[in-house]
């Protein structure tokens, strides 16, 4: 039945949170106005597990600072769901950990961006890097399995294969990487994002310290916004295990995601724009009601035929892969553009752009209103390859500025992985 069609949800217990990260799309800090009680949390894991949820991701803000955050965490393991928690660390005592070991909570992903002093800047806390790997320590006392998640842009590129080295030897098993977008803080931040002809650079890195974690046992993941149909689409989407059917397969959001907030908004996705991609709230619905009928929910539901492309523009609606990827991370291409359906963090785009001698920037036209899960929008700027980058742009990412450990031999050439 339709109001069955979801599998997996994330939940932001509350927006309150112990850190100020400036790439944080939901511009976490305080708690919400009107977050739900404890009783209404309760009653939404219930209706959870009716609508045929199987795994509940907890995150904030800082999902540990909501008091009852462990009730909730027990009441989805009772009513037969997966338990997990994404954390930014800052905070989890030994005890603590303990005590989520108790609740039923299976795994854990601690979020580590960059080295210390780039983490430390990004989360706008000083210690707040060695703190994420003290709480991996403790999770591994209890015995959580757990893993890690990273947001690549500018400041963290260049780190991200002597962060591995750093998450490896905490651990960790996992490790999710995605690029950051213009949500919430980070679309005041522009400056550290990446331009889509960085993806050129960025990939065969990603490839190689991804091939390397998968030798060492160490499972790196994808993220939504990671990828589409270039020369290493089935080594990273594969997770080490790739066959020709691994790739890319569009948006699931609606699809077998869903998103709640705080205060009890639905959306297919945690991470879309609260504004356009509300489906309801469950204190005026049931989530029953909200997953089988709310269009805000429903867009992805005509995946594989002419509708399904409808909403297509730009480059991606004249790729050959477009029926296949649907336009990539709705997220990613909304917040850029105020519409879904173009996507610039593609590594095919980036590719076809270079072979015909150009490539694209964007650049902010519209600045965010301040608001949790809020966007401006950006221009999107076609360009020769070969023009002088713009002098003021000084965070401008190349394959030079990669620090490579200096433990590891020479970087194979990956050029021609599939």
């Known amino acids: 039945m339709a109001y069955q069609r979801t599998s997996y949800a994330v939940w932001e217990i509350t927006l309150k949170c112990n850190l100020a990260c400036s790439h944080c799309g939901s511009r976490a800090g305080q708690a919400r106005s009107q977050e739900l009680s404890t009783e209404e949390a309760l009653d939404l894991v219930r209706q959870l597990a009716e609508v045929g949820i199987k795994e509940v991701t907890l995150i904030g803000g800082e999902a540990f600072l909501r008091p009852d955050w462990l009730e909730i965490a027990t009441a989805i393991n009772q009513a037969d769901m997966r338990c997990t928690l994404t954390t930014g660390g800052y905070g989890i005592t030994l005890e603590t950990a303990r005590k989520m070991k108790q609740a039923g909570i299976v795994t854990v992903s601690v979020s580590v961006d960059g080295l210390e002093a780039t983490h430390d800047r990004l989360r706008g806390r000083q210690g707040s890097w060695k703190y994420a790997f003290q709480t991996m320590g403790h999770l591994r006392q209890v015995g959580i399995p757990f893993g890690c ?27 999710q990487i995605q690029l950051t977008v213009p949500m919430g803080n980070a679309a005041d931040q522009a400056e550290i994002l990446l331009q889509p002809y960085e993806l050129l650079d960025l990939y065969p890195m990603l490839a190689t310290v991804a091939q390397r974690a998968y030798q060492e046992g160490v499972q790196v993941q994808p993220g939504n916004n990671i990828g589409y149909y270039g020369p ?22 609606g699809l077998s995601t869903l998103g709640i907030e705080a205060d009890g908004a639905i959306k297919g996705c945690p991470s879309l724009p ?9 204190r005026e619905l049931s989530l029953h009601d909200i997953v089988a009928s709310a269009e805000e929910l429903r867009f992805n539901l005509g995946a594989g035929t002419p509708e399904g492309t ?8 004249t790729c050959e892969f477009a029926e296949l990827c649907r336009g990539g991370c709705t997220w990613t291409s909304h917040v850029f553009f105020n519409r879904r359906g173009n996507n610039p963090y593609c590594h095919h785009r980036a590719l076809t752009q270079a072979q015909r001698g150009k490539r694209e920037r964007v650049i902010p036209k519209v600045e965010a209103p301040g608001r949790p899960f809020d966007h401006g929008e950006f221009e999107l700027i076609e360009e020769p390859i070969d023009r002088p980058w713009p002098a003021l ?9 990669i620090q490579w450990p200096d433990t590891w031999p020479q970087i194979p050439d990956l050029a021609t992985a599939t």
């Open 149 to 175: 998640n990273t947001q690549i842009n500018r400041l963290t590129a260049p780190e991200v294969s002597r962060l591995y080295e750093h998450i490896r030897e905490a651990g960790a098993k996992a490790w």
């Open 232 to 253: 290493y689409e089935r080594l990273l989407r594969g997770r080490g295990k790739g066959d020709e059917w691994t790739f890319w397969q569009g948006c699931a959001a």
């Open 274 to 282: 609260t504004a356009a991609y509300t489906g309801g709230n469950i």
């Open 310 to 317: 409808a909403h297509l523009w730009g480059f991606c609606k």
């Open 393 to 401: 742009d000084t965070l401008h990412f190349t394959a030079a500025q």
